[in-house]
């Protein structure tokens, strides 16, 4: 009995030192060579189109969502449905546009025009599938050069696929000049999928999110793109708050698209919202202003943004004691003082 024991786990030994073998024996990477690698397979994605679904656990947390995407270069239009709202995303001429209607309504739609950097919409594959990350919408190359502190790369056994870890910790200062950190963010590269980010990791002093890449579609030449994701988010306790499985189907990589798929055209007369220069009006089939042009209602904070770590980070700064407290004591305090004085005039009488 103690014999098989001791023979059982010699060979789990056996295949974990194998599995670190396999992993030592891979050659040094650095982060700058790293870095070249993927962006390498991020520029042989030239043209991308697919479908795109979303499924959230615990079941009715938050509807299904579809979506249909198409990518030409730094051209996008992004289609997506949940809970019968619709949104039509267009990404050209350094500008986004953006057309919000539900379906089987009366109502108008409305639009806004904004940069062309901002994410599309929450079923923007390229969020999605962590191409870029969700610790504040970055890609690769942001995550490192905003970090403070880079660990890695280094070769680990991870769900059986040799993979190149990088943890990075970063800091970011929030009100009355507080600091804090270090926010973890720890991720996983793929070489079989051609240096793609195949899982990720955020956490302060608790894991806060994680996403895992399952399944990678094939475009020939070296071209890959995420086709199963599995995105989980937790609670202040651990717990979990919902995980969100992510399918990409029908995935075209290097295909030609249409050109009329680039083509956004909305109902004349629906109002807009321009936030290059911060004012609402009507706008024709073609997106050009058709009527008076409103200053918005919304100010606009000439303040550098917070780091984008901020909003994810759950730490909270110590709560300040209300004035009233301060009242209680100090009367407490005087009641205190009249008492004490009282006793000693007694007892010298």
């Known amino acids: 009995m103690g014999g098989a024991v001791i023979g059982r786990v010699w060979v789990v030994g056996v295949l974990i030192g194998a599995q670190a073998a396999v992993a030592d024996d891979r050659p040094t990477m650095s982060s700058a060579e790293l870095r070249a690698r993927h962006r390498e397979a991020l520029a042989r994605v030239r043209t991308l189109s697919l479908d795109v679904s979303m499924v959230y656990t615990p079941a009715g947390?938050?509807?299904?969502?579809?979506?249909?995407?198409?990518?030409?270069?730094q051209r996008v239009r992004l289609h997506a449905e949940q809970d019968q709202r619709l949104t039509d995303?267009?990404?050209?001429?350094?500008?986004?546009?953006?057309?919000?209607?539900?379906?089987?309504?009366?109502?108008?739609?409305?639009?806004?025009?904004?940069?062309?950097?901002?994410?599309?919409?929450?079923?923007?594959p390229d969020g999605l599938g962590l191409i870029v990350l969700?610790?504040?919408?970055?890609?690769?190359?942001?995550?490192?050069?905003?970090?403070r502190d880079v660990h890695g790369p280094t070769w680990v056994m991870r769900g059986g696929r040799e993979l190149l870890r990088v943890q990075t910790d970063h800091y970011y200062t929030g009100a009355g000049g507080r600091e804090y950190g270090p926010i973890e963010i720890e991720l996983w590269l793929d070489p079989a999928a051609n240096y793609l980010i195949a899982e990720c990791e955020g956490r302060q002093d608790r894991i806060d999110f994680h996403g895992r890449i399952t399944k990678?579609?094939?475009?020939?030449?070296?071209a890959f793109?995420?086709?199963?994701?599995?995105?989980?988010?937790?609670?202040?306790?651990?717990?979990?708050?919902?995980?969100?499985?992510?399918?990409?189907?029908?995935?075209?990589?290097?295909?030609?698209?249409?050109?009329?798929?680039?083509?956004?055209?909305?109902?004349?007369g629906t109002k807009v919202h321009d936030a290059f220069r911060n004012t609402y009006y009507a706008v024709d089939e073609s997106w050009q202003r058709a009527g008076?042009?409103?200053?918005?209602?919304?100010?606009?904070?000439?303040?550098?943004?917070?780091?984008?770590?901020?909003?994810?980070?759950?730490?909270?700064?110590?709560?300040?004691?209300p004035p009233w407290v301060w009242g209680l004591v100090g009367v407490s305090a005087a009641v205190l003082v009249l008492a004490v004085a009282r006793r000693l005039r007694r007892s010298r009488d």
């Open 61 to 73: 947390s938050s509807p299904e969502m579809r979506g249909r995407y198409w990518r030409d270069g």
């Open 292 to 321: 008076q042009e409103v200053a918005s209602r919304q100010t606009v904070d000439p303040a550098p943004p917070a780091p984008a770590e901020a909003p994810t980070v759950t730490a909270e700064e110590p709560a300040r004691t």
């Open 134 to 147: 969700p610790q504040g919408h970055r890609r690769l190359d942001k995550i490192l050069d905003d970090a």
């Open 225 to 268: 793109y995420p086709e199963r994701v599995e995105l989980s988010h937790f609670k202040a306790d651990g717990s979990l708050r919902h995980r969100i499985d992510v399918t990409f189907s029908n995935v075209r990589i290097n295909q030609p698209i249409a050109t009329d798929v680039f083509r956004l055209t909305a109902p004349r």
């Open 89 to 124: 995303t267009l990404v050209d001429t350094g500008q986004q546009r953006v057309l919000k209607r539900t379906a089987g309504s009366d109502e108008p739609p409305t639009g806004a025009i904004t940069t062309p950097d901002a994410r599309p919409s929450i079923a923007d």
């Open 216 to 222: 990678f579609a094939e475009g020939g030449g070296g």
